[in-house]
């Protein structure tokens, strides 16, 4: 090439590579404001939008009745249910039933851990219900609750294991006196996953798993403590709640590596934070709020540095993500969005007479239809968004 064509011909190359390249960085950065991977949903606020209605209402047959807070009579559900979680980069469609459970077709979607995931599954249930009436109760398998949806041949379901290892009650042996006032142990076997999800793993497509408020000496003091085991022995020398957790998390997220086939989705639900305030649930802790709780507010909630009563959900997500890392389970962080939410929980409109007297508020699940309407609306959109792209 003769040199003299050279020298106009360069700017011109030159202005196309750089209009190509912009052409190219806007095109990445729409994608980015569109799409789940590139579009953090967990972080953004609450709005105020009024005229928002739930899909489903106190006449759901899949509800618990301690968490029908409508059927309970909570005064402001309607408030409760106006406030809008708005991602910061994108916007969070909301589930819509007939084109997800169409999407989910021949598919199944099952939830394994403890009463926040049931709490979750239930919202989930009437959300889907809307899009098939005939939806039918379904517990087989090990399932604790679960529906299933004929039109569709779709299954959701909750298998309970709260501490997802297999655990088991063993009375105190001997008849000897002893000072320490034990009664016996329950006893965890760390490397077997508890029978209710051991048989599931060829049956869903989607997994979501999660731990976490079981994990306290409210519910195993030391009279009744949690013993360690691993291959049938007893851990030597013995390990305490926290780091028994964290063995317990290694195992169960090893086994879901191997057994889980990696065609299914694995999610792993980060713990949603209690509200109580001015006290635990047994020292009349109350969540008696009519809005949600201001960004500035929320590491003095929930900042383990401050020891306060809620600190424990930040506490067992570090663990979590810790035992996540490297693994081909999605985080779904559930957290911060609901840290806002002090207002949702059923606190005393429980259904019963004397369940406040006896158990306290209930600060720790949620009300339905409420906030894990919005957890549900972020899971679809990333079942969706993986299933799309394949
Ligand atoms: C329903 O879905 C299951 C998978 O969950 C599949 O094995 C079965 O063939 C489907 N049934 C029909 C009638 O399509
Ligand atoms: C809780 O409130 C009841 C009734 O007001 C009171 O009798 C009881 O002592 C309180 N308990 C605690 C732990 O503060």
């Not at 508020?361 to 968004?385: A, F």
């Amino acid at each position: 090439m003769p040199p003299k064509l050279l020298s106009p011909l360069f700017p011109c190359l030159i202005f196309l590579t750089l209009l190509l390249l912009y052409l190219y960085s806007s095109l990445l950065s729409y994608h980015a404001s569109q799409s789940p991977p590139h579009c953090n949903l967990f972080q953004g606020r609450w709005v105020l939008d009024p005229p928002r209605q739930p899909l489903y209402d106190h006449t759901c047959p899949f509800h618990r009745n301690a968490w029908n807070c409508l059927r309970n009579q909570r005064e402001n559900m309607g408030l409760i249910n106006s406030w809008k979680w708005v991602p910061e980069s994108c916007a969070l469609p909301r589930l819509d039933p007939a084109r997800f459970l169409g999407l989910m077709r021949n598919r199944n979607i099952g939830f394994v851990g403890d009463s926040l995931n049931e709490n979750f599954l239930v919202s989930f249930l009437c959300v889907l219900r809307v899009a098939d009436m005939g939806a039918r109760k379904w517990k087989r398998k090990g399932a604790w609750k679960g529906a299933y949806f004929p039109k569709f041949n779709v299954t959701v379901a909750y298998h309970r294991a709260v501490l997802l290892s297999k655990y088991e009650w063993q009375p105190k042996q001997s008849t000897v006196h002893n000072q320490d006032g034990l009664k016996g142990i329950y006893r965890v076997d760390v490397d077997i996953p508890a029978d209710d999800w051991v048989n599931i793993a060829d049956f869903y497509d989607v997994l979501v798993f999660n731990t976490g408020h079981w994990w306290g000496y409210d519910k195993f003091p030391k009279e009744t403590p949690l013993v360690f085991y691993r291959e049938g022995e007893p851990i030597f020398p013995p390990i305490g709640m926290l780091d028994g957790l964290k063995v317990v998390l290694e195992n169960m997220v090893s086994y879901i590596q191997k057994e889980v086939p990696s065609r299914t989705l694995k999610f792993w639900r980060l713990q949603s934070p209690r509200h109580f305030d001015g006290g635990d649930w047994n020292q009349n802790g109350s969540c008696l709020l009519n809005e949600p709780l201001k960004e500035f507010q929320l590491d003095l909630w929930f900042d383990p540095r401050n020891n306060g009563v809620n600190k424990e959900a930040r506490q067992l997500n570090h663990l979590i993500e810790e035992a996540l890392l490297g693994t081909e389970i999605q985080l779904l962080d559930l957290t911060h969005l609901s840290e806002f939410r002090a207002d949702a929980h059923p606190a005393i409109w429980l259904g019963k007479k004397d369940a406040v007297s006896i158990w306290g508020q209930d600060c720790m699940h949620w009300c339905l239809p409420g906030v894990p309407d919005t957890w549900v609306d972020i899971l679809s959109e990333l079942i969706r968004y993986s299933l799309e792209t394949g």
